[in-house]
């Protein structure tokens, strides 16, 4: 039975939520709806390792500059996620919510596993992530009504049927928001050129979404866009458990 217990009571934004009229609606429409219904108790995920929630991040500050965006700090990102979210802090004049892992979780896996612990097996990975992204994104979600996700339907088989508005059970039932649900890595690149918005420069170096420096690579042109995450993983199992139950895949 999925925990309901932070479902929005409003009878009017249920009905939104559940009726699917949000799938014909465009990003901007989406944000605006979801900012004036939720603010501030609604945030942006963005990895600063893709180009979605770097045009999602635009957008919102279009709609309201006051809106907010949080990023999970793992330890393990690379320097150039790091200049990016200063660059973004400057570009914006934005508070970026730097959410750490619990340090002495961290130094318990790292003591008992090793550092690279990663590469041994899904275990030790599903591990990782739950202690360095999947715990401190849980923790930040509780103190939210509504997120906001940069997921695309064609990034993969484990988000082909993400709905551009829906009610979020593996967190306890507040509101996630996808309004990009709909688009195509073109369109969000034809979005970020357009706005002149910055992005992760690793992109330039063939790197689709860059995730922890040990679990990104760069991909060959024609793979498939997520294929440089976790690549010695069958695709099924590729996602942190940010987006998805923990049971089914904890590897964003
Ligand atoms: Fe750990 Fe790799 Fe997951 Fe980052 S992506 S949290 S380094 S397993």
Same mark, same amino acid.
């Given at each position: 039975?999925?925990?309901?217990?932070?479902?929005?009571?409003?009878?009017?934004?249920?009905?939104?939520?559940?009726?699917?009229?949000?799938?014909?609606?465009?990003?901007?429409?989406?944000?605006?709806?979801?900012?004036?219904?939720?603010?501030?108790?609604?945030?942006?995920?963005?990895?600063?390792?893709?180009?979605?929630?770097?045009?999602?991040?635009?957008?919102?500050?279009?709609?309201?500059?006051?809106?907010?965006?949080?990023?999970?700090?793992?330890?393990?990102?690379?320097?150039?996620?790091?200049?990016?979210?200063?660059?973004?802090? %400057?570009? =914006?004049?934005?508070?970026?919510?730097?959410?750490?892992? *619990? $340090?002495?979780?961290?130094? &318990?896996?790292? /003591?008992?596993?090793?550092?690279?612990?990663?590469?041994?097996?899904?275990?030790?990975?599903?591990?990782?992530?739950?202690?360095?992204?999947?715990?401190?994104?849980?923790?930040?979600?509780?103190?939210?009504?509504?997120?906001?996700?940069?997921?695309?339907?064609?990034?993969?088989?484990?988000?082909?049927?993400?709905?551009?508005?829906?009610?979020?059970?593996?967190?306890?039932?507040?509101?996630?928001?996808?309004?990009?649900?709909?688009?195509?890595?073109?369109?969000?690149?034809?979005?970020?050129?357009?706005?002149?918005?910055?992005?992760?420069?690793?992109?330039? %170096?063939? =790197?689709?979404?860059?995730?922890?420096?040990?679990?990104? *690579? $760069?991909?060959?042109?024609? &793979?498939?866009? /997520?294929?440089?995450?976790?690549?010695?993983?069958?695709?099924?199992?590729?996602?942190?458990?940010?987006?998805?139950?923990?049971?089914?895949?904890?590897?964003?």
């Amino acid at each position: 039975m999925p925990d309901q217990s932070r479902k929005p009571t409003d009878p009017r934004l249920l009905r939104f939520i559940t009726s699917g009229e949000a799938e014909a609606l465009g990003p901007q429409e989406i944000l605006t709806w979801a900012i004036k219904n939720f603010h501030p108790g609604i945030a942006l995920s963005c990895s600063f390792g893709a180009p979605e929630g770097l045009a999602l991040l635009d957008m919102m500050h279009r709609i309201d500059p006051r809106s907010r965006v949080f990023v999970l700090d793992t330890g393990r990102l690379p320097q150039a996620t790091y200049d990016l979210i200063d660059r973004v802090r %400057e570009r =914006y004049d934005k508070e970026v919510e730097v959410l750490l892992p *619990r $340090a002495e979780d961290v130094q &318990e896996m790292v /003591r008992a596993r090793g550092v690279n612990l990663f590469y041994e097996s899904i275990e030790n990975r599903q591990l990782c992530c739950r202690l360095r992204k999947v715990e401190p994104l849980k923790r930040h979600l509780a103190g939210l009504d509504a997120w906001v996700s940069g997921l695309r339907r064609d990034q993969g088989i484990t988000r082909a049927d993400t709905p551009k508005v829906e009610i979020d059970y593996i967190h306890g039932g507040l509101v996630k928001v996808n309004p990009i649900a709909d688009w195509t890595r073109d369109d969000v690149l034809a979005y970020v050129q357009a706005h002149n918005v910055p992005i992760n420069r690793l992109h330039a %170096e063939g =790197y689709p979404s860059v995730g922890c420096e040990p679990c990104s *690579r $760069a991909v060959r042109p024609g &793979e498939d866009e /997520r294929s440089g995450r976790w690549w010695w993983e069958q695709p099924e199992t590729r996602e942190c458990g940010i987006h998805v139950g923990e049971e089914q895949g904890s590897g964003i």
